[in-house]
């Protein structure tokens, strides 16, 4: 089976702009969830998409949102980008929402000049 | 929330020693993940341990939820296992947490 795909795999964005990331599951998996991970922060969980339903949240603010299709194929945007949005961005995909064991993407990194 | 502490947060060792990383948490899990972040920023399983041990080749690890700690046990170390390990649990609030992660880096 392939694994989790995310692309691009960089990215290099202006302060203001917004951005889209895509993130496509292992095959049959059918939760994703979202992860940034920066130097200062290490990695914080964004949000959890299952059956094209947000299921969980952290604690980002309202910029940061996300959707998932039928196929369970998951993006994730940032609006109006600020300089600390630099970071790895990681999606990874389970069976099921829920104590499933995570697969992760290679991340895509984004720089915000 | 749930805190989840992992310990030693650097570990530099010569090839051939072995290692223990801890992870500590907070609260109740439902979950425990370890993974290996390569240089390139990739997150590899290592494993899903909610409860017992197990092993793969040099590498096992045995979380007692019961005492809220996990611990990943490196053998006969190489280069390649260099980089950042980290734990991650999975709480009630049904919300991963991972730890800050220990950088282990093998000198040759």
Redesign the interface.
């Known amino acids: 089976k392939a694994g989790v795909t995310q692309t691009p795999r960089y990215l290099i964005k202006t302060r203001g702009q917004q951005v889209t990331l895509s993130c496509s599951p292992i095959s049959g998996h059918r939760s994703v ?1 979202w ?1 940034q ?1 920066t130097p200062g922060q ?4 964004l949000f ?1 998409y299952f059956s094209e339903t947000q ?2 949240k ?1 604690n980002f603010p309202g910029r940061f949102s996300g959707r998932q299709f039928s196929n369970s194929r998951s993006e994730m945007n940032v609006s109006t980008l600020e300089l600390g949005d630099s970071a ?1 961005y ?1 999606c ?1 995909s389970s069976l099921e ?8 993407g ?2 895509t ?1 984004l720089t915000v000049t | 929330g749930i805190q989840v502490e992992q310990s030693p947060p650097d570990l530099i060792l010569q090839e051939g020693a072995n290692s223990t990383l801890r992870c500590n948490f907070s609260d109740s899990v439902n979950n425990l993940q370890w993974f290996h972040q390569n240089p390139w920023g990739q997150l590899i399983n290592l494993f899903y341990i909610p409860s017992g041990t197990k092993q793969n080749g040099r590498l096992s690890a045995t979380t007692v939820a019961t005492e809220r700690y996990s611990l990943l046990y490196i053998s006969s170390s190489q280069t390649t296992d260099s980089g950042v390990y980290f734990c991650a649990v999975y709480s009630s609030a049904s919300k991963i947490i991972f730890g800050s992660g220990t950088r282990l880096s093998i000198r040759p």
């Open positions: 969830s992860y991970q290490g990695l914080q969980f959890e299921r969980n952290g790895l990681l990874a929402t829920g104590v499933y064991e995570q697969y992760f290679p991340g990194r």
